[in-house]
Protein backbone atom coordinates (compact mmCIF):
# COMPACT_ATOMS: atom_id res chain seq x y z
CA UNK A 1 0.00 0.00 0.00
CA UNK A 2 2.65 2.36 0.48
CA UNK A 3 4.22 1.82 -3.33
CA UNK A 4 0.55 2.69 -4.75
CA UNK A 5 0.60 5.19 -2.48
CA UNK A 6 3.80 6.91 -3.22
CA UNK A 7 2.84 6.63 -6.69
CA UNK A 8 -0.45 8.32 -6.42
CA UNK A 9 1.10 11.17 -4.82
CA UNK A 10 4.62 11.23 -7.26
CA UNK A 11 1.67 11.33 -10.01
CA UNK A 12 -0.57 14.22 -8.76
CA UNK A 13 2.66 16.36 -8.61
CA UNK A 14 3.84 15.38 -11.77
CA UNK A 15 0.25 16.50 -13.12
CA UNK A 16 0.43 19.83 -11.09
CA UNK A 17 3.71 20.72 -12.36
CA UNK A 18 2.77 19.58 -15.92
CA UNK A 19 0.10 22.01 -15.58
CA UNK A 20 2.48 25.03 -13.67
CA UNK A 21 4.06 24.62 -16.61
CA UNK A 22 2.02 24.76 -19.46
CA UNK A 23 -0.17 27.59 -17.59
CA UNK A 24 3.44 29.32 -17.42
CA UNK A 25 4.20 28.37 -21.14
CA UNK A 26 1.08 30.17 -22.28
CA UNK A 27 1.87 33.26 -20.26
CA UNK A 28 5.34 33.19 -22.05
CA UNK A 29 3.46 32.83 -25.75
CA UNK A 30 1.41 35.88 -24.75
CA UNK A 31 4.12 38.37 -24.44
CA UNK A 32 6.35 37.06 -27.37
CA UNK A 33 2.96 37.41 -29.87
CA UNK A 34 2.23 40.51 -28.01
CA UNK A 35 6.67 41.63 -28.17
CA UNK A 36 6.16 40.50 -32.21
CA UNK A 37 2.83 43.03 -33.21
CA UNK A 38 4.45 45.79 -31.50
CA UNK A 39 7.83 45.20 -33.32
CA UNK A 40 5.78 45.07 -36.25
CA UNK A 41 3.79 48.13 -36.10
CA UNK A 42 6.97 50.18 -34.96
CA UNK A 43 8.29 48.64 -38.43
CA UNK A 44 5.28 49.95 -40.36
CA UNK A 45 5.25 53.28 -38.79
CA UNK A 46 8.79 53.65 -39.75
CA UNK A 47 8.39 52.49 -43.41
CA UNK A 48 5.63 54.44 -43.75
CA UNK A 49 7.52 57.75 -42.26
CA UNK A 50 10.86 56.80 -44.60
CA UNK A 51 8.53 56.63 -47.28
CA UNK A 52 6.98 60.13 -47.29
CA UNK A 53 10.45 61.71 -46.71
CA UNK A 54 10.75 62.14 -43.27
CA UNK A 55 14.34 60.33 -42.27
CA UNK A 56 14.00 58.58 -38.82
CA UNK A 57 17.40 58.54 -38.67
CA UNK A 58 18.34 62.04 -37.84
CA UNK A 59 15.67 63.81 -35.27
CA UNK A 60 16.85 67.07 -36.63
CA UNK A 61 17.17 66.27 -40.65
CA UNK A 62 13.33 65.33 -40.30
CA UNK A 63 11.93 68.72 -39.10
CA UNK A 64 14.72 69.54 -41.99
CA UNK A 65 12.60 67.72 -44.93
CA UNK A 66 9.15 68.65 -43.16
CA UNK A 67 10.10 72.61 -43.61
CA UNK A 68 11.95 71.45 -46.93
CA UNK A 69 8.11 70.12 -47.64
CA UNK A 70 6.50 73.12 -47.75
CA UNK A 71 8.48 75.70 -48.94
CA UNK A 72 9.60 73.30 -51.95
CA UNK A 73 6.13 71.54 -53.13
CA UNK A 74 7.82 70.82 -56.36
CA UNK A 75 10.39 68.68 -54.98
CA UNK A 76 7.55 65.89 -53.83
CA UNK A 77 6.03 67.89 -50.63
CA UNK A 78 2.93 68.94 -49.65
CA UNK A 79 1.35 72.17 -49.88
CA UNK A 80 -0.74 73.54 -47.81
CA UNK A 81 -3.56 75.81 -48.79
CA UNK A 82 -5.70 78.22 -47.01
CA UNK A 83 -9.67 77.19 -48.29
CA UNK A 84 -11.57 79.20 -46.77
CA UNK A 85 -11.53 82.57 -44.02
CA UNK A 86 -13.98 83.84 -41.90
CA UNK A 87 -14.18 87.12 -40.62
CA UNK A 88 -15.68 88.98 -37.38
CA UNK A 89 -15.33 92.61 -37.62
CA UNK A 90 -15.18 94.11 -34.17
CA UNK A 91 -16.31 97.42 -33.07
CA UNK A 92 -14.87 99.39 -30.42
CA UNK A 93 -11.50 100.51 -28.77
CA UNK A 94 -8.10 99.46 -29.00
CA UNK A 95 -6.17 98.54 -32.02
CA UNK A 96 -7.70 95.01 -32.65
CA UNK A 97 -10.34 95.31 -36.01
CA UNK A 98 -11.20 91.49 -36.07
CA UNK A 99 -10.35 87.84 -35.81
CA UNK A 100 -10.64 85.74 -38.15
CA UNK A 101 -10.75 82.08 -38.62
CA UNK A 102 -8.93 80.12 -40.87
CA UNK A 103 -9.61 76.82 -42.22
CA UNK A 104 -6.36 74.84 -44.21
CA UNK A 105 -7.46 72.08 -46.76
CA UNK A 106 -10.43 71.95 -45.80
CA UNK A 107 -9.35 69.93 -42.89
CA UNK A 108 -7.79 71.96 -40.24
CA UNK A 109 -8.81 75.25 -38.76
CA UNK A 110 -7.27 78.09 -36.62
CA UNK A 111 -9.30 80.20 -34.62
CA UNK A 112 -8.74 84.01 -32.93
CA UNK A 113 -6.57 85.68 -35.24
CA UNK A 114 -6.63 88.79 -34.93
CA UNK A 115 -6.65 91.64 -37.16
CA UNK A 116 -4.36 94.79 -35.69
CA UNK A 117 -3.92 98.34 -36.84
CA UNK A 118 -0.54 98.89 -36.55
CA UNK A 119 1.28 101.86 -37.10
CA UNK A 120 2.27 100.88 -41.06
CA UNK A 121 -1.39 98.90 -41.23
CA UNK A 122 -3.42 95.97 -40.69
CA UNK A 123 -1.14 92.98 -39.68
CA UNK A 124 -2.34 89.62 -37.77
CA UNK A 125 -1.50 88.19 -34.63
CA UNK A 126 -1.59 84.70 -33.98
CA UNK A 127 -3.89 83.06 -31.08
CA UNK A 128 -2.20 83.03 -27.98
CA UNK A 129 -2.51 82.63 -24.45
CA UNK A 130 -0.46 84.77 -21.52
CA UNK A 131 1.41 82.80 -18.96
CA UNK A 132 1.28 83.16 -15.09
CA UNK A 133 4.48 85.39 -15.38
CA UNK A 134 2.51 87.60 -17.92
CA UNK A 135 4.02 86.54 -21.26
CA UNK A 136 2.19 85.82 -24.38
CA UNK A 137 3.12 82.52 -26.09
CA UNK A 138 1.46 81.85 -29.35
CA UNK A 139 -0.67 78.68 -29.46
CA UNK A 140 -0.46 78.01 -33.20
CA UNK A 141 1.77 80.13 -35.85
CA UNK A 142 3.14 79.48 -39.31
CA UNK A 143 6.71 78.06 -38.84
CA UNK A 144 7.80 80.07 -42.03
CA UNK A 145 7.77 83.21 -43.18
CA UNK A 146 6.20 81.99 -46.92
CA UNK A 147 3.79 80.13 -44.75
CA UNK A 148 2.84 83.58 -42.60
CA UNK A 149 2.29 85.72 -45.80
CA UNK A 150 0.14 83.67 -47.06
CA UNK A 151 -2.16 83.80 -44.17
CA UNK A 152 -1.62 87.23 -43.46
CA UNK A 153 -2.61 87.98 -47.37
CA UNK A 154 -5.89 86.10 -47.20
CA UNK A 155 -6.83 87.40 -44.10
CA UNK A 156 -6.22 91.03 -44.56
CA UNK A 157 -8.06 90.34 -48.42
CA UNK A 158 -10.80 89.10 -46.86
CA UNK A 159 -11.28 91.90 -44.33
CA UNK A 160 -10.88 94.22 -46.78
CA UNK A 161 -13.53 92.79 -49.24
CA UNK A 162 -16.12 92.90 -45.79
CA UNK A 163 -15.08 96.67 -45.50
CA UNK A 164 -15.55 97.37 -48.98
CA UNK A 165 -18.91 95.91 -48.50
CA UNK A 166 -19.79 97.29 -45.69
CA UNK A 167 -20.01 94.37 -43.29
CA UNK A 168 -21.55 95.46 -39.83
CA UNK A 169 -18.94 95.84 -37.32
CA UNK A 170 -19.74 94.04 -33.65
CA UNK A 171 -19.33 95.87 -30.60
CA UNK A 172 -17.13 95.05 -28.35
CA UNK A 173 -17.02 95.66 -24.21
Known amino acids: MGLGLGLLVAGVLFLLAVRFLAGLLSWVVRILVVLAALLFAVQALRRGLEGNGIPLSNPSAAGEAWRSRE ?18 RLAG ?30 FIAM ?47
Open 71 to 88: EAPERGGIAVEVTEVRIR
Open 93 to 122: QGRVRGSASVTFDDAFVVHDIRVVEGEHGL
Open 127 to 173: PSRRTPAGQYLDVAHPITASMRERIQGAVLAAFQAGEEAGEPREETA
